[in-house]
């Protein structure tokens, strides 16, 4: 099974809109992250939040962790098209050595 | 700087062909981790290696399927006797020292198509 689940699978907004995605994980973790994948294109990553933080930000992009519910947010404020894009959260398994563990993704859609 | 480079960008193979895909990390990173990807879901771990050792294999099936990073030259997966279901993405990461959670950074891909 996944150690992160994106929620919503698939998102679609209006230009200008903020977007939320949620991940829920299972097992306690060191850090989580966040990637973005354009269609047809490698990862390209986003951001990184501690265990021992809360709530993180860069640019248009804020990320909060609640590991009491073992759930991360992402925001995306004042969305643009190309921001257009699937986004994948990533966790490192406290204990499960150094592999990157993926979640299933959202798929965003900004329309113009 | 260039990035993590892989090729070919596009594979395609009959069923019972061998299949190789190179992955060269970005300079100064010695430390490279396999991925797979199948439409619509996310990235599988496969294999993380460094510079000619395997260190985690956990996520590589046991047959068909090996790996390597030798001291010169790119890391290799490579995929014998390919069957239908091996046709997915196949990504490769690279990170700089292999410290714990680090992040990685990721190259375009190969699309294996197995005919």
């Known amino acids: 099974s996944q150690q992160g689940e994106e929620d919503p699978q698939a998102l679609s907004i209006q230009e200008g809109e903020n977007a939320t995605m949620n991940c829920s994980y299972k097992t306690s973790i060191n850090n989580l992250q966040w990637y973005r994948q354009n269609s047809g294109r490698g990862l390209v990553h986003l951001i990184l939040i501690r265990s021992n933080e809360r709530e993180k930000h860069s640019g248009r992009l804020r990320v909060t962790l609640d590991t009491s519910k073992k759930s991360s947010s992402l925001l995306i404020t004042a969305s643009r098209a190309a921001d257009t894009a699937s986004y994948f959260c990533a966790t490192v398994p406290t204990g499960g050595g150094n592999k990157l563990t993926f979640g299933t993704g959202t798929q965003l859609k900004v329309e113009l | 700087n260039a990035g993590v480079m892989q090729n070919p960008r596009h594979l395609v193979r009959r069923r019972g062909q061998e299949a190789r895909l190179r992955c060269s990390p970005m300079?100064?990173?010695?430390?490279v981790y396999w991925y797979r990807q199948l439409p619509e879901e996310g990235l599988k771990f496969m294999v993380y290696l460094q510079k000619e050792n395997i260190i985690d294999e956990s996520g590589m099936p046991k047959e068909r399927f090996s790996a390597e990073f030798p001291k010169e030259g790119p890391s290799i997966l490579r995929i014998q006797q390919v069957v239908r279901g091996d046709s997915a993405a196949y990504f490769c990461?690279?990170?700089?020292?292999?410290?714990?959670?680090?992040?990685?950074?990721f190259g375009s891909g190969t699309q294996l198509s197995v005919l």
């Open positions: 990461a690279s990170s700089p020292s292999g410290t714990l959670g680090e992040k990685l950074f």
């Open positions: 300079k100064g990173h010695s430390h």
